[in-house]
Structure formats: structure tokens, C-alpha cells
């Protein structure tokens, strides 16, 4: 983002110039040729990304399964979303699976990225290890979880039966099939966001540190009052990317639990693509996207503000 | 010297902990090969096998010839291809025209890409189904590649990149007399390569780990890619945990080599680019 800045001042300068020089058929030329390159993003984004935001709420506002005809029904599935019970469970699931893995993956990927900040013996060996959960696909994690969380001989309950307990059971219980997709959210999650705030930590000027240290400041003090002040904008834009992914999580929840037990991780893209694709209700399913969209409207505008904020600087 | 050695008996404590870090962090994926390795005697013996007893490679043999994993690689091997090849072509380009020209609609460009980048994919999943649909595209190549030919984030990388082209190489070529496109061609492109690298691996691993809309999208055995097959191999087989590994391996295998080919530079990249699809 910072490079958009520093360029992009002196092209505009050396625009007037140059527009001056060689006249109106080099703009012209380039109007053109700008326009060329960008036609085919044009038709892309537009097709198969802005369209349908607008799609989803008019398909939101009738009943229909695909099979048969599309018939206007107006706001009634929003009503009927309104008194829909699981809906409003999917919703209050989501937002405990979001919160739990965003807030720890926060301290979690921050306080990696601060030892990798250091330098040690093997560092990069090591920062490739930690680095490995998120090299791989979230499918694979999915079913080696699913694995490990196996009541009979699973990883956790093969460990837990060595130091003397009983068989753990996290899928099966209401109570701890959440914080089962939780842990495996944040183990495969926490070093996409390390790497994020290491580049952060990097981008630090040493001289801060030097000047720090001639005067004195302890390890905390530096910490505290240069590292975490001015990794500020890279926290801000990791809490809201962090946030809307969390939302839009859905592989763990349909490999490990399909929603149960119970309706304890129906998270909302669950519902969604339980109504859509295997009720095939796609009003239904599109009135629950536009409150999903709304809900994560207000993240998103905040992480726009914060890319423009950056561009700014 | 007190402090000296409380200093060095730190470092080494520190060196433990990332030591002990990393094998905690390392299980998941050892498990995963060793328990590819086991036959199903291993798994359900009273006594608990962290290694299998012999390397027992009937797994990878049943998975390729008794289940379709063959077929589910090639799959994933096309289509990823087929995304990163149109990534190469077209980003750069988008890229180009938002670093260097200004032509009528470039805001309007920015917002659509923006927007692309903060659209959750579930909240347009069902009416981008509705379109491939109405293409015809259901359980076709092109409706498991095409929603992903231009990576939103992918356009932003190229304009930054782009942006760092100095003005003066585009215009001697413009006053040696060069065409818009061999100026795109022969100066722009070689110039970012490593770039064009870069982008390559963030769409090669966000192309193979697309799992719901490949799960939407293909109906039957046939166009599944690998997420998608092994998915639906464990709602079948809840139980062959030994085969499902092998599986997981082969599809994690060729994630895994390019980075450990490419480190640094996927580090980098990700660095980058991670949290924003």
C-alpha cells in the first residue's frame, strides 16, 4: 500500500507534463489501452462478484426450489427467518465460534510473531514448522482432526487414557463440539496472522529500538511503548480480516460435525448452504446471505476504511 | 557472573520452549503420514501405535486403484492450472491499467475489486450458483474454474508491484515507437516476475484448498477435486481412518513441496497477501 503513495504523487505530475508534450493523441492512446487491459476485469468482477450482491437480495424476496417456477413473496422470508429458530441459533453460533477463535488467535499469533522477531538459532527452519498448519488445506486438517478427535483411538483420547482419564469425547458434546472446531481453527489459522504481524514487527525502524535503549527503556518499556503503539494499523486490519473470515468458516463444521450435536456448530454459512443446497429453499437461503451481508457490512466498512487509511499514509 | 549465566540459562529455556512448540505443532501432520502408513489391525489392536508396525503402502494402492483419488488429482491438477494460468494472464494486465493509465470507469474498477476482496463468498454463494447455472456450467471445467480467474487480491499485488515500475521504461519504449502491448509484453512483464511468482503461489494454494463451491458445483464422482473427494469419501467410510490419511497425504503432498521449495518466497508472499482471499 505504501508503494501507491510514494508513486503515485510524481505520476500525476509528470502527467501534466506529458499530456503538454506530446498532446491529446498520447492520452487518447492510453484511455484506450487502460481500458483495454481492464475489460476483462470489468466483466469479471461485475459478473461473478457484484451482480450477484444485488442477486442475492432479489432472489431473497421469493420462494423457490429450483424445480419449479420463482413465485414473489415479497419480505415474507425475512419474517419467516425472523421466527426461525435455528437461524437465530445459527447466528449466536457463529458469533461464539468467531470471538473464541479470533480473540486467542490475536494473542496467540502476536506473541509468535514477537519470538520470531528475534533471531535465533534455526529460525527460519522453525519458522517454517510453524508455519505448516496453514500451509495445507483446511479439508486435510479437517479430516486429521477428525482423527485425532476419534473417541477410540484418537490422538487426544489415546493420550488422555495414558495419563489415567477417560475417553475424550469433544464431538459428541453439545457443550465441547464448539471449542473442538475452536482449537482447530486457531491451530490452523494463528500462523497466517503470525506471518501478518511479523511483516508489521519488520517494518519497524531499528533506530527506534537504539534510541530506546540509549535512554535506558527496558525490554517491557520497548514493548510497550514503541512495538504495540506502531503495530497498531497492522492490529486493526488483522482484528477485521481475522473477523470476517471466522464468519465465513464452514469446511470444519461440515466435515467434523454437519452442525450437531444438536444445532450446537450450525454456524450461519451452514445454514445457508443447508437451506440453499440441500433443502434447495433459495429465497430462503438468500434472505439469510443479505443478513449475513449486513452483519459483516459493518467489519467490512470498518476494514475498508482502514486499507484507504493505510493508502493514505 | 550471576547475571551472564541466568542470561544463558534463558536463551536456553527460550530455545526449548520453540523447540517444543514446533514438535506440538508438528503432530497433526506426522500422525497424519504415520497413520497413512498403518494397516487397519494398527488402529484397532488394544495397545495404541504412534508409528505403524511395517510401512504398509496397500493404503496409497487401495486409495488410487480402489477409490477414484486418481481421477480426484487430476481434477485438482487441471482446474488448479487452469486458475493459476488465467491469473498470470489477466491480473497483470488489471494490474497495468490501474498502476499506469487513467481511463473513464478506473474508480469504478477499484470499487468492484475492493468490493470483491470484502464480499464474503458464502453471502453470494447461492446466485453465483444461479449463474454458472445459467451457463450451463454445473459440473463442467469451467464452472469450477471460472468464478476464480482474477484474483481480487491477486490485482491489487500486480497494481502495487506495477506501480514501482518506473514511468521512463514504458515511455522510451512508447517513443522507440513500441506498441501498447509489446510495452506490456517485453518491459512490464519481465520487470515483475518475481511478483508473478509470488502470485502464482497464493492462487495455486487458495485454487487447491477451494472446497465449498467445488462441493457445490460438481454433482457425481466425476469433476470432484480432491477436498471434495475426500469429503465425500468420509461420509461413506467414517471408519477407514488409514485410507482417509492416505488421501489427506496425497492431497497435502503437493502443497507441501512447493513450499519447501519455495520458502522464503512463499513467506513473503503470504506475508502479503494471508486474510484476504
Same mark, same amino acid.
Given at each position: 500500500?505504501?508503494?501507491?503513495?510514494?508513486?503515485?504523487?510524481?505520476?500525476?505530475?509528470?502527467?501534466?507534463?506529458?499530456?503538454?508534450?506530446?498532446?491529446?493523441?498520447?492520452?487518447?492512446?492510453?484511455?484506450?489501452?487502460?481500458?483495454?487491459?481492464?475489460?476483462?476485469?470489468?466483466?469479471?468482477?461485475? @459478473?461473478?462478484?457484484?451482480?450477484?450482491?444485488?442477486?442475492?437480495?432479489?432472489?431473497?424476496?421469493?420462494?423457490?426450489?429450483?424445480?419449479?417456477?420463482?413465485?414473489?413473496?415479497?419480505?415474507?422470508?425475512?419474517?419467516?427467518?425472523?421466527?426461525?429458530?435455528?437461524?437465530?441459533? #445459527?447466528?449466536?453460533?457463529?458469533?461464539?465460534?468467531?470471538?473464541?477463535?479470533?480473540?486467542?488467535?490475536?494473542?496467540?499469533?502476536?506473541?509468535?510473531?514477537?519470538?520470531?522477531?528475534?533471531?535465533?538459532?534455526?529460525?527460519?527452519?522453525?519458522?517454517?514448522?510453524?508455519?505448516?498448519?496453514?500451509?495445507?488445506?483446511?479439508?486435510?486438517?479437517?479430516?486429521?482432526?477428525?482423527?485425532?478427535?476419534?473417541?477410540?483411538?484418537?490422538?487426544?483420547?489415546?493420550?488422555?487414557?495414558?495419563?489415567?482419564?477417560?475417553?475424550?469425547?469433544?464431538?459428541?458434546?453439545?457443550?465441547?463440539?464448539?471449542?473442538?472446531?475452536?482449537?482447530? #481453527?486457531?491451530?490452523?489459522?494463528?500462523?497466517?496472522?503470525?506471518?501478518?504481524?511479523?511483516?508489521?514487527?519488520?517494518?519497524?525502524?531499528?533506530?527506534?529500538?537504539?534510541?530506546?535503549?540509549?535512554?535506558?527503556?527496558?525490554?517491557?518499556?520497548?514493548?510497550?511503548?514503541?512495538?504495540?503503539?506502531?503495530?497498531?494499523?497492522?492490529?486493526?486490519?488483522?482484528?477485521?480480516?481475522?473477523?470476517?473470515?471466522?464468519?465465513?468458516?464452514?469446511?470444519?463444521?461440515?466435515?467434523?460435525?454437519?452442525?450437531?450435536?444438536?444445532?450446537?456448530?450450525?454456524?450461519? #454459512?451452514? +445454514?445457508?448452504?443447508?437451506?440453499?443446497?440441500?433443502?434447495?429453499?433459495?429465497?430462503?437461503?438468500?434472505?439469510?446471505?443479505?443478513?449475513?451481508?449486513?452483519?459483516?457490512?459493518?467489519?467490512?466498512?470498518?476494514?475498508?476504511?482502514?486499507?484507504?487509511?493505510?493508502?493514505?499514509? | 557472573?550471576?547475571?551472564?549465566?541466568?542470561?544463558?540459562?534463558?536463551?536456553?529455556?527460550?530455545?526449548?520452549?520453540?523447540?517444543?512448540?514446533?514438535?506440538?505443532?508438528?503432530?497433526? #501432520?506426522?500422525?497424519?503420514?504415520?497413520?497413512? +502408513? /498403518?494397516?487397519?489391525?494398527?488402529?484397532?489392536?488394544?495397545?495404541?501405535?504412534?508409528?505403524?508396525?511395517?510401512?504398509?503402502?496397500?493404503?496409497?494402492?487401495?486409495?488410487?486403484?480402489?477409490?477414484?483419488?486418481?481421477?480426484?488429482?487430476?481434477?485438482?491438477?487441471?482446474?488448479?492450472?487452469?486458475?493459476?494460468? /488465467?491469473?498470470?494472464?489477466?491480473?497483470?494486465?488489471?494490474?497495468?491499467? @490501474?498502476?499506469?493509465?487513467?481511463?473513464?470507469?478506473?474508480?469504478?474498477?477499484?470499487?468492484?475489486?475492493?468490493?470483491?476482496?470484502?464480499?464474503?463468498?458464502?453471502?453470494?454463494?447461492?446466485?453465483?450458483? @444461479?449463474?454458472?447455472?445459467?451457463?450451463?456450467?454445473?459440473?463442467?471445467?469451467?464452472?469450477?474454474?471460472?468464478?476464480?480467474? /482474477?484474483?481480487?487480491?491477486?490485482?491489487?499485488?500486480?497494481?502495487?508491484?506495477?506501480?514501482?515500475?518506473?514511468?521512463?521504461?514504458?515511455?522510451?519504449?512508447?517513443?522507440?515507437?513500441?506498441?501498447?502491448?509489446?510495452?506490456?509484453?517485453?518491459?512490464?512483464?519481465?520487470?515483475?516476475?518475481?511478483? @508473478?511468482?509470488?502470485?502464482?503461489?497464493?492462487?495455486?494454494?487458495?485454487?487447491?484448498?477451494?472446497?465449498?463451491?467445488?462441493?457445490?458445483?460438481?454433482?457425481?464422482?466425476?469433476?470432484?477435486?480432491?477436498?471434495?473427494?475426500?469429503?465425500?469419501?468420509?461420509?461413506?467410510?467414517?471408519?477407514?481412518?488409514?485410507? /482417509?490419511?492416505?488421501?489427506?497425504?496425497?492431497?497435502?503432498?503437493?502443497?507441501?513441496?512447493?513450499?519447501?521449495?519455495?520458502?522464503?518466497?512463499?513467506?513473503?508472499?503470504?506475508?502479503?497477501?494471508?486474510?484476504?482471499?
Amino acid at each position: 500500500m505504501q508503494a501507491s503513495t510514494t508513486a503515485s504523487a510524481p505520476t500525476k505530475r509528470r502527467k501534466a507534463e506529458r499530456t503538454h508534450i506530446w498532446g491529446r493523441s498520447l492520452a487518447a492512446r492510453k484511455m484506450r489501452f487502460g481500458l483495454f487491459f481492464a475489460t476483462p476485469a470489468f466483466l469479471f468482477f461485475g @459478473l461473478f462478484y457484484v451482480y450477484p450482491l444485488f442477486r442475492t437480495f432479489y432472489v431473497s424476496l421469493f420462494s423457490w426450489s429450483l424445480l419449479d417456477e420463482p413465485r414473489f413473496i415479497g419480505m415474507t422470508n425475512y419474517v419467516t427467518l425472523s421466527n426461525d429458530k435455528e437461524f437465530i441459533n #445459527s447466528i449466536g453460533v457463529s458469533f461464539y465460534y468467531a470471538i473464541g477463535v479470533c480473540v486467542i488467535i490475536w494473542i496467540v499469533s502476536l506473541g509468535l510473531a514477537l519470538v520470531f522477531n528475534q533471531n535465533f538459532r534455526f529460525r527460519q527452519a522453525y519458522l517454517s514448522t510453524y508455519y505448516m498448519p496453514a500451509v495445507i488445506s483446511l479439508t486435510v486438517w479437517s479430516l486429521v482432526w477428525l482423527f485425532m478427535y476419534n473417541p477410540s483411538f484418537g490422538l487426544f483420547s489415546e493420550f488422555a487414557r495414558w495419563l489415567g482419564f477417560r475417553d475424550v469425547r469433544m464431538l459428541d458434546n453439545p457443550a465441547t463440539a464448539m471449542p473442538a472446531m475452536i482449537l482447530l #481453527s486457531i491451530w490452523k489459522g494463528a500462523p497466517v496472522y503470525m506471518l501478518i504481524f511479523l511483516a508489521g514487527l519488520r517494518a519497524i525502524p531499528g533506530d527506534y529500538y537504539e534510541a530506546a535503549k540509549v535512554d535506558g527503556a527496558s525490554a517491557w518499556q520497548r514493548l510497550w511503548s514503541i512495538t504495540l503503539p506502531l503495530l497498531r494499523p497492522v492490529f486493526l486490519y488483522v482484528v477485521v480480516i481475522s473477523i470476517i473470515g471466522a464468519f465465513q468458516a464452514f469446511t470444519p463444521m461440515y466435515l467434523l460435525t454437519n452442525g450437531g450435536p444438536g444445532s450446537a456448530t450450525r454456524v450461519l #454459512s451452514m +445454514f445457508i448452504f443447508q437451506n440453499g443446497f440441500q433443502f434447495l429453499k433459495m429465497g430462503y437461503a438468500s434472505a439469510a446471505s443479505v443478513i449475513f451481508l449486513l452483519i459483516l457490512l459493518v467489519f467490512s466498512l470498518v476494514q475498508f476504511r482502514i486499507l484507504r487509511f493505510q493508502q493514505a499514509e | 557472573m550471576p547475571r551472564k549465566a541466568f542470561r544463558t540459562l534463558n536463551r536456553i529455556l527460550a530455545q526449548l520452549a520453540i523447540l517444543a512448540g514446533a514438535i506440538v505443532i508438528s503432530v497433526p #501432520s506426522l500422525y497424519m503420514l504415520s497413520a497413512s +502408513f /498403518m494397516s487397519s489391525q494398527d488402529f484397532f489392536s488394544t495397545e495404541f501405535h504412534l508409528l505403524p508396525t511395517a510401512l504398509y503402502w496397500q493404503n496409497y494402492i487401495d486409495v488410487f486403484v480402489s477409490f477414484n483419488f486418481g481421477n480426484y488429482l487430476k481434477n485438482s491438477l487441471l482446474v488448479t492450472a487452469a486458475v493459476v494460468g /488465467m491469473n498470470l494472464l489477466f491480473t497483470p494486465m488489471v494490474g497495468y491499467s @490501474l498502476a499506469k493509465f487513467d481511463f473513464p470507469g478506473k474508480t469504478l474498477l477499484l470499487i468492484f475489486v475492493l468490493a470483491t476482496i470484502m464480499i464474503p463468498f458464502t453471502a453470494i454463494l447461492i446466485p453465483l450458483f @444461479l449463474i454458472i447455472r445459467s451457463f450451463g456450467w454445473v459440473n463442467t471445467y469451467p464452472g469450477l474454474i471460472m468464478p476464480f480467474a /482474477m484474483s481480487a487480491f491477486g490485482v491489487f499485488l500486480m497494481r502495487q508491484f506495477i506501480l514501482a515500475v518506473p514511468d521512463d521504461y514504458i515511455d522510451a519504449g512508447r517513443i522507440d515507437g513500441a506498441s501498447e502491448l509489446r510495452i506490456y509484453f517485453q518491459i512490464v512483464v519481465p520487470l515483475i516476475q518475481p511478483a @508473478l511468482i509470488t502470485l502464482a503461489i497464493v492462487v495455486f494454494v487458495a485454487s487447491w484448498d477451494e472446497f465449498l463451491w467445488m462441493l457445490i458445483v460438481t454433482i457425481g464422482d466425476a469433476l470432484r477435486t480432491l477436498p471434495v473427494g475426500l469429503a465425500k469419501f468420509v461420509e461413506q467410510y467414517r471408519t477407514r481412518y488409514e485410507l /482417509m490419511m492416505a488421501g489427506s497425504v496425497v492431497a497435502a503432498a503437493p502443497v507441501v513441496l512447493v513450499f519447501l521449495a519455495v520458502q522464503r518466497r512463499f513467506l513473503q508472499g503470504m506475508a502479503g497477501l494471508s486474510g484476504l482471499k
